[in-house]
C-alpha cells in the first residue's frame, strides 16, 4: 500500500473514531447527569487519561441500565475492536523489511504477533463497516435517551447540544431535534 493511501486511511479512521467517541461521551453524560453537560464532558469525558476502553465498560453498564434502551447486538465488541483498530492507524507505521526491501517481503509488524504483518487494506474494510453499523446503533440510542442534535446528512457530521445551558434558561431550540 502506498504512503499516500495509508495516510487518508489513517485521517479517516481516526477523524470517525472522535465521531464515535463523541457519541459514548455524550451517552455517558446524559445517563448519569440527565443532560448533556459541557463542564463535564471537557473536564471529565474528555480528559486525556479517560480512555474508550473505560468509556466501553461505562456504556455497557448503562446498557444494562436502562431497560427503555435496547441493547444492540455486538455494538459493544464493535466499539472495542474498532478502538483497537484506530490504534494499529495511529501508532503502527513503520515498516521492517526480511531482506532487501526491493524484495517487498516486509510490512508494519502486528504489535501483538510479531511474525504478521498488518494488513490495513484488511482492517480498513473492516473498520468501515463497523464504524458505520456503530454509528447507526449510537445515534438510535442518543435519540431515544432524548438527545438535543443536528445531524448534517451532506457533511455526515453532527452538532450535538450542551444542554445545561437550556435548562438554566427555560429555552428550547427550534434548530435541534432527538434526530427526526
Given at each position: 500500500m502506498s504512503r499516500d493511501i495509508l495516510t487518508k486511511f489513517r485521517t479517516k479512521v481516526i477523524e470517525d473514531f472522535i465521531m464515535i467517541e463523541g457519541y459514548t461521551n455524550t451517552i455517558i453524560s446524559k445517563h448519569y447527569l440527565g443532560v448533556v453537560s459541557k463542564k463535564f464532558f471537557w473536564e471529565v469525558l474528555q480528559d486525556e487519561l479517560f480512555n474508550f476502553g473505560l468509556r466501553s465498560n461505562i456504556l455497557e453498564?448503562?446498557?444494562?441500565?436502562?431497560?427503555?434502551?435496547?441493547?444492540?447486538?455486538?455494538?459493544?465488541?464493535?466499539?472495542?475492536?474498532?478502538?483497537?483498530?484506530?490504534?494499529?492507524?495511529?501508532?503502527?507505521?513503520?515498516?521492517?523489511?526480511?531482506?532487501?526491501?526491493?524484495?517487498?517481503?516486509?510490512?508494519?509488524?502486528?504489535?501483538?504477533?510479531?511474525?504478521?504483518?498488518?494488513?490495513?487494506?484488511?482492517?480498513?474494510?473492516?473498520?468501515?463497516e463497523k464504524v458505520q453499523r456503530a454509528s447507526e446503533q449510537l445515534i438510535q440510542i442518543m435519540d431515544k435517551m432524548g438527545v438535543l442534535f443536528k445531524y448534517?446528512?451532506?457533511?455526515?457530521?453532527?452538532?450535538?447540544?450542551?444542554?445545561?445551558?437550556l435548562k438554566k434558561r427555560g429555552n428550547s431550540s427550534d434548530d435541534a431535534s432527538t434526530g427526526d
Open positions: 453498564k448503562i446498557f444494562h441500565d436502562i431497560p427503555s434502551v435496547e441493547k444492540p447486538k455486538h455494538l459493544i465488541e464493535d466499539l472495542r475492536r474498532l478502538s483497537k483498530i484506530r490504534n494499529y492507524f495511529a501508532h503502527s507505521n513503520t515498516e521492517y523489511f526480511e531482506g532487501p526491501p526491493e524484495a517487498k517481503k516486509g510490512g508494519v509488524p502486528h504489535p501483538k504477533r510479531s511474525s504478521e504483518f498488518l494488513d490495513f487494506d484488511a482492517l480498513y474494510k473492516e473498520f468501515e448534517d446528512t451532506e457533511k455526515k457530521n453532527m452538532t450535538i447540544l450542551f444542554e445545561e445551558n
